[in-house]
């Protein structure tokens, strides 16, 4: 099964370097979908002038984004030598701490070949 995504460029940069390991969304009915061996189709976002086809290796569920930032290496996420403030600002930014109490985190482990 083929999930798409929107993907800010930074990230989609990092993940075709092969720098990020591990997504992180939001475990809600779109992500519940998601099986190990799944193909996700990111798209590049806000240009949309790309895309990247990924393989799932492996899903995680979280309580809350910090319970995955204590579980998983912040290099897996292309973040080595962030804070765990900055970790958590830069989710915020994207998601609301309504939507983490309602859904939980999801630690998606991704491969691009």
Request: charged share 35%; net charge negative.
């Amino acid at each position: 099964m083929i999930h798409k995504m929107g993907l800010y460029s930074e990230h989609f940069q990092s993940i075709k370097e092969g720098k990020k390991k591990v997504e992180v969304r939001l475990n809600d009915e779109k992500r519940r979908k998601i099986k190990v061996g799944d193909t996700i189709e990111f798209i590049k976002v806000p240009e949309q002038d790309g895309t990247l086809l990924v393989q799932v290796a492996g899903l995680k569920k979280y309580d809350t984004f910090k319970a995955m930032y204590e579980d998983i290496p912040f290099k897996d996420f292309d973040c080595e030598g962030w804070t765990m403030e900055e970790m958590l600002y830069g989710t915020y930014e994207i998601y609301s701490s309504e939507q983490e109490k309602h859904w939980g985190a999801l630690a998606l482990t991704i491969h691009y070949s």
